[in-house]
C-alpha cells in the first residue's frame, strides 16, 4: 500500500531549527514530485515547497524562502525539509504530498488538490 510518513516534528523555541523527514513506500518514488504543506488552526492549508522528481527543481512559499530547503534522497525514498530560524508563525501540523510527475512537471509553489497521496502530519510548535 501507498504510504507517507512525516516525521521529526517536535517543540523549538523560535529562531532554532528542526528537520522534517517524509518517506515514501508503495509507489514509484523517483516518478513523483514530492510536496510540504502545512496548516494552523483555524487557517486554510498553505503549500511551503516542493521538489521535481525530473529535474530536481525546488520551489518555495515567500513565506519560507531563504530559511527552508527541501530535498529528496531517492536511494531512501525520502524527502526533508530543513526548517532553520524558525518563528511562532511557522507553527503548524506538516504534511507531505506525492504528486504524479509521468505526464506533468511541478512548475510552482504546491497547491494540493493535484497532490495523489498524503501523510498523517506531524506538529511542529515554534515558542517565542
Known amino acids: 500500500e501507498v504510504q507517507l510518513v512525516e516525521s521529526g516534528g517536535g517543540l523549538v523555541q523560535a529562531g532554532g531549527s528542526l528537520r522534517l523527514s517524509c518517506a515514501a513506500s508503495?509507489?514509484?518514488?523517483?516518478?513523483?514530485?514530492i510536496g510540504w504543506f502545512r496548516q494552523a488552526p483555524g487557517k486554510e492549508r498553505e503549500g511551503v515547497s516542493c521538489i521535481s522528481s525530473k529535474d530536481g527543481s525546488t520551489y518555495y512559499a515567500d513565506s519560507v524562502k531563504g530559511r527552508f530547503t527541501i530535498s529528496r534522497d531517492n536511494a531512501k525514498n525520502t524527502v526533508y525539509l530543513q526548517m532553520t530560524s524558525l518563528k511562532p508563525e511557522d507553527t503548524a501540523v506538516y504534511y507531505c504530498?506525492?504528486?504524479?510527475?509521468?505526464?506533468?512537471?511541478?512548475?510552482?509553489?504546491?497547491?494540493?488538490?493535484?497532490?495523489?497521496?498524503w501523510g498523517q502530519g506531524t506538529q511542529v510548535t515554534v515558542s517565542s
Open positions: 508503495g509507489f514509484t518514488f523517483d516518478d513523483y514530485a
Open positions: 504530498g506525492a504528486e504524479s510527475e509521468v505526464d506533468t512537471e511541478v512548475v510552482s509553489v504546491p497547491q494540493g488538490p493535484e497532490y495523489d497521496y
